[in-house]
């Protein structure tokens, strides 16, 4: 079974600054997808950014980036210039490569501070 | 494109009542998910479907659960006889096609069993 872990269940970051939350998986797959979700104080879940483990280059997304590390099995977030607005709970999660069943990290909840 | 819609946002029962969730997904996606969320456990994956069919249950918690998905725009989550450890948010999603694909989340039901 794949799991999810992030080891970190609380965070905070002065506004306009850089944070970076951590995120490791345990696969035996090769093939796999890799995602970060935001659920702020609404309860909305909105995807961040993904990434394919056949891809070496890290995903980025404007102020969202990721470095991945597919021998450490290691995929964490980084947010830079943080605002107010990204103040949520942030969870990693994985999906198999022709699986559809997306499984989801205990999640981090990332305060930003004015 | 409305999102997927779910209802009701909140639902409060006793114990011993069947309650049921409902979940209209997005047009043409082929998959819907149902997820749970609760602080023990985090996001949990209940069931899936793919083109209405049931493809992995392993995650129901036990026979009270149970989950339909009649035709392409309609899913129900029923719970029966609930209990108060059932109180938790319930998430459906859906996706278009693939593995890769991110799942596009409803609001999500906070259901409350006393």
């Known amino acids: 079974a794949q799991t999810v872990t992030q080891s970190q269940p609380e965070m905070s970051v002065q506004e306009a600054e850089t944070v970076t939350l951590s995120c490791t998986y345990d696969?035996?797959?090769?093939?796999?997808?890799l995602f970060w979700y935001k659920q702020p104080p609404s309860r909305q879940m909105i995807l961040v950014i993904r990434q394919e483990a056949y891809k070496q280059q890290n995903a980025t997304e404007n102020r969202f980036s990721v470095n991945f590390q597919k021998a450490a099995k290691s995929f964490s977030l980084k947010i830079s210039d943080s605002q107010l607005g990204d103040t949520a709970m942030y969870f990693c999660?994985?999906?198999?490569?022709?699986?559809?069943?997306?499984?989801f990290g205990a999640g981090t909840r990332l305060t930003v501070k004015p | 494109d409305a999102g997927v819609i779910q209802s009701p946002r909140h639902e409060v029962t006793e114990m011993g009542q069947e309650v049921t969730l409902r979940c209209k997904p997005i047009?043409?996606?082929?998959?819907l998910f149902w997820y749970r969320q609760t602080m023990m456990r985090g996001l949990e994956l209940l069931i899936y479907f793919n083109n209405n069919v049931p493809i992995d249950d392993s995650g129901m918690p036990e026979d009270r659960f149970s989950a339909k998905m009649p035709n392409a725009s309609f899913s129900t989550l029923k719970i029966q006889p609930s209990e108060p450890r059932d109180s938790a948010v319930y998430f459906c999603a859906s996706s278009p096609r693939t593995e890769y694909s991110p799942l596009h989340f409803g609001n999500g039901t906070r259901l409350t069993v006393t």
């Open positions: 696969t035996s797959e090769n093939n796999y997808y």
């Open positions: 999660a994985f999906t198999r490569f022709n699986n559809n069943d997306m499984r």
């Open positions: 047009s043409g996606h082929d998959y």
